[in-house]
């Protein structure tokens, strides 16, 4: 195994570092509106609104989780109310990280600068970060960009704003759609998905594959 030494280390946030709740607020919230024998395929499509939400032109991710879950339930003509899609929104900042990711993170923070590009919102993404406990060089968002992951633009910013080429970065993900494809397209040769789960592990984009963060210091000989 080759020992990767990249300039920065990036990371995409929600999912990768901090437990992404969406799924489980679903579950709950819509307990006694969806069959469960179909609350997986519901909570796929809600997914799958949000990236088509974020493909389109910049809005205040309120805006892309509420018109995300409008929309499916729209399609599925399942009740919803206004205070159940904010109640999305408002939960994200509270959110905290995988149990696998803080020993790691501080242990990668002492020999390289980390950085995080996200798809959050001003006003949340600090309060996430936080709890992760360890330095970040940078924090990025697509409100800042005025551009969503997995838009090439997202990546066309933090590559522009470190100053740094491609071949500096490491880019960390558990989404292939997201990070790791795009990443690609740009010319970022050094990535490592964490499967997760939540995606399929599609080697053809050319990463190393970790099942959580524990794994990723001893790519980078640590």
């Not at 509270?94 to 020993?103: F, I, K, N, Q």
């Not at 010319?187 to 524990?214: M, Q």
Request: proline share 7%; charged share 25%; hydrophobic share 40%.
């Amino acid at each position: 195994m080759s020992i990767l030494r990249p300039k920065y280390i990036t990371f995409d946030c929600y999912g990768t570092l901090t437990r992404f709740r969406m799924a489980d607020m679903t579950r709950e919230i819509f307990a006694d509106r969806v069959p469960a024998e179909r609350m997986d395929e519901f909570v796929m499509l809600f997914a799958d609104y949000r990236l088509d939400e974020v493909l389109d032109a910049w809005k205040p991710y309120e805006q892309v989780v509420k018109n995300a879950l409008f929309r499916a339930c729209k399609r599925w003509n399942v009740p919803v109310t206004e205070a159940e899609a904010q109640s999305y929104y408002n939960a994200v900042p509270t959110w905290g990280p995988h149990a696998d990711v803080p020993e790691p993170l501080a242990k990668l923070a002492k020999e390289f600068p980390l950085v995080i590009y996200s798809n959050a919102a001003n006003a949340q993404i600090m309060h996430n970060v936080e709890k992760l406990g360890a330095p970040f060089h940078q924090v990025f968002t697509a409100e800042n960009a005025k551009a969503y992951k997995p838009r090439l633009a997202a990546f066309e910013y933090m590559i522009d704003n470190l100053n740094c080429s491609p071949d500096d970065i490491l880019h960390v993900s558990s989404s292939l759609r997201y990070d790791l494809m795009p990443a690609r397209s740009l010319g970022i040769k050094n990535k490592v998905f964490v499967n997760r789960g939540h995606e399929p592990s599609t080697p053809h984009y050319g990463y190393n594959e970790i099942k959580d963060l524990s794994g990723l210091p001893a790519l980078l000989g640590l």
